[in-house]
Every structure is written in structure tokens, then in C-alpha cells.
């Protein structure tokens, strides 16, 4: 099959690259049937505003495209009410796009649809048939890739990942349960910085990371608000919820430019900026 004059390969090296090309789906039929998390569980009986939702994740994709980025939507189905959280059904090793099975029985389905998006754009995948591991868990730093170990992904799924991808040294972080991804509890923003709400894993592998990092913690009031789950878009710029205040101002002490974008109704399902973003292309 012959490529578009057009075509662009899909790279990520970390996690803080400029932002090219990244990938969305608006929330047109997000709600809350069946929790699958504990955030969900909280607002089940409030649920979400579709509305809202939708009108957030407009202003979220307007505000991506005006910063220059090229956004790509995958077209939304009403048998996934979490389609919103395109992070999860694939990731961007390197220069290799990969798919994996969605975990939970709500989420299945979802990613063919991403499938069927980089069949249409000739973009090269691999997929993990089988496997069952989340984009929410995955962090590349470098020759570093970091992945959660949690409900949605597991040690055999991370143990041939490293069998694909030799020359990266690939690193399991098994953490509290209570949380749905390695991305909510930490993230990276930085070649050494990271964000982190502490005490949610090993204290082996939170000492590992702070031998890389400096961890700047998040508190828990701001976790449950998903401070961690911020998405950086490069050059020190950072896309952050303007209700977390502590975060924030942590950051821009640092010199970042915060980038403030609601979405708290997105979040009541469990996800924020970075679940809510699929990047294919940094650099």
C-alpha cells in the first residue's frame, strides 16, 4: 500500500517532546452505567452532564489546535461510554503505534475503532493480541518505558513488551490497587521532573524514581481531582485542571506555563488531560 505524500511517522520519545499529533474522541454518549472505578462510584448517583462533557472537551480540542497541534477524533459510538479516554487503547513507543486489548468488558470494542483510524491514515501498528495492558500505565522517558503494573494491566503483558522492544530497559510499577492507572498516581514532566501522589507504590520503586526525578508531590485533595493527570505539549507548557490550585502553582514556581482547560466533568468518570489524549507524534 502506497503512503500519502503527506504522511507523517508517528514518534514518542518521552513524555514531554512538543506535541504534534495526538488523538481524542468527544464524550457524545459518555455516562456512567456501570462504575469501573472508584471515581465513578462516587458520582453514580449525580452522573455526568453529556452537555457539558461535550462542550468541555470542545473547548479542550479548540484549545489544542490553537496551540498548533493536529487533532485527529476518532468518530464516538454509543456502545462506549468511555471512549472519551482514547490514552488507553494504545500507545506510542519509540516509532512504533501500538494496540492492545482493552481490559474491561465496557471498553471492548474500542480498540478497533482505533484500528480502523490508522488503517485510513496508513499508519503502521502493532498489536498485542491478547495482551492486556493500557496506555493510562505507559510512560517512555528516553531508552526508559516505565508501566503500571494495576486491574487494567499485567506483569505478562509488560514482560513481552520488553521481549518486542530490546533495547529498552522496560521497569514494572505495581501500585495501590485504588487507582485505575500508573497516571493517576504519577506522571512524568520533564527529563527530571515528575509529579506524584506518594505512598501509592513500593518504597523501592518510589526511591528508584526519585533517583531519577525530582518528585513534586501532589496532595491528596488534588489527586482526587486528578492533579497528576496533566498533559504536557512541550517547551515547559502544560494543560492542567484551573481547580487545582496547589499543582499549579507548584509548576509555574518551576517556569511552566499552566495552560488551564475545565473539564471536571470529564473527570467524574475517572480521567483528565492525560487520558483524555492519545499522542502519535512528539518531537
Partial sequence: MSQRPDYIKCTCLNEYDPLKKVVLCPPDYMTIKEPINETQKQY???????????????????????????????????????????????????????VADMAHDLRVGE????????????ITYTNLIGDMIEGGDVFIDGNTIYVGVSNRTNVDAIQHLQTLLPTYEVIAIPFTDKYLHLDCVFNIISPN?????????????????????????????????????????????????????????????????IIEVDITEIIKSGGAFRCCTLPLLRG
Fill in 44 to 98: 453514580l448517583k449525580e452522573n455526568i452532564d453529556t452537555e457539558l462533557a461535550k462542550k468541555q472537551h470542545q473547548a479542550l480540542v479548540q484549545t489544542l489546535r490553537d496551540l498548533g497541534i493536529e487533532v485527529h477524533l476518532l468518530p464516538p459510538h454509543e456502545k462506549f461510554p468511555e471512549q472519551v479516554f482514547t490514552r488507553d487503547i494504545g500507545f506510542t513507543l519509540g516509532q512504533q503505534v501500538f
Fill in 111 to 122: 480498540e478497533k475503532e482505533f484500528i480502523t483510524y490508522l488503517e485510513k491514515e496508513e
Fill in 193 to 257: 521532573e515528575a509529579l506524584i501522589f506518594p505512598g501509592e507504590m513500593s518504597k523501592e520503586k518510589q526511591q528508584l524514581l526519585a533517583s531519577r526525578y525530582d518528585l513534586i508531590e501532589v496532595s491528596e485533595e488534588e489527586q482526587a481531582t486528578l492533579g497528576t493527570n496533566i498533559l504536557s505539549i512541550g517547551n515547559k507548557r502544560i494543560l492542567s485542571l484551573p481547580i487545582n490550585h496547589g499543582v499549579n502553582n507548584k509548576l509555574r514556581e518551576r517556569g511552566y506555563e
